[in-house]
């Protein structure tokens, strides 16, 4: 072997190692790159056109569930409106009756406010209405409101002796507290004799 053999085969060798026998060259086509970035633009434009539409979506639930709840508000009493005009229906000619004279007899208008009057208790019943019993009961100032404090010896101090005012739930819920007299301690007679001198 020729020292020009060797070198020919340390070409080879290191062409090799390389890697780049056999193998072509890797070139970038820019048309390749321009066509990718368009694929992207397109996706871009179609995701912001879904968002767009998302977003007009929502405003259009959120304009419609407005209107809704804005109409339910508005109706919301409408349940127990209907329930209240017989009651009222009834009160108006009772009062007719009575302005033109008809009906003269006090037991017969007595009787017949008293129906008018179980008419409207009975809807307010039936929608959770509930009047407090607390005359007797240790007061409390979650349910009532004392308006006066009076001293009694036969009574527990802070005990309620009546109603000035009735209290009323609606369903578990305090909608009126009841306005009470409550019991307090008698003042004992030093107390009252200390009071006497001053």
């Known amino acids: 072997m020729t020292k020009h053999d060797k070198h020919k085969d340390e070409k080879k060798e290191i062409k090799i190692k390389d890697g780049s026998e056999g193998q ?24 912001k056109d879904t968002l767009l539409r998302k977003v007009a979506e929502f405003e259009n639930y959120k304009k419609r569930t407005e209107g809704e709840i804005s109409n339910y508000l508005k109706y919301a009493s409408e349940h127990i409106i209907k ?10 000619r009772s009062l007719d009756s009575i302005e033109k004279g008809e009906t003269k007899d006090f037991e017969t208008l007595k009787k017949g406010i008293e129906l008018v009057f ?30 006066l404090q009076v ?33 307090a301690e008698v003042p004992k007679e030093e107390e009252k004799k200390e009071d006497k001198n001053d």
């Not at 809807?123 to 100032?141: R, S």
Request: hydrophobic letters at 35%; proline letters at 4%.
């Open 24 to 47: 072509k060259p890797e070139t970038t086509n820019v048309n390749d790159g321009k066509t990718e970035i368009e694929k992207y633009k397109k996706e871009i434009e179609v995701l």
């Open 151 to 183: 001293p009694k010896e036969d009574v527990k101090p802070h005990t309620v002796l009546d109603v000035v005012e009735k209290g009323y739930f609606l369903k578990d819920k305090v909608i009126k507290h009841a306005k009470v007299l409550v019991s």
């Open 118 to 147: 179980g008419k409207f208790e009975k809807v307010l019943k039936n929608e959770g209405l509930k009047e407090m019993d607390v005359i007797g009961k240790e007061f409390d100032v979650n349910l009532c409101d004392a308006l």
């Open 83 to 92: 329930q209240l005009i017989p009651v009222y229906d009834d009160f108006s």
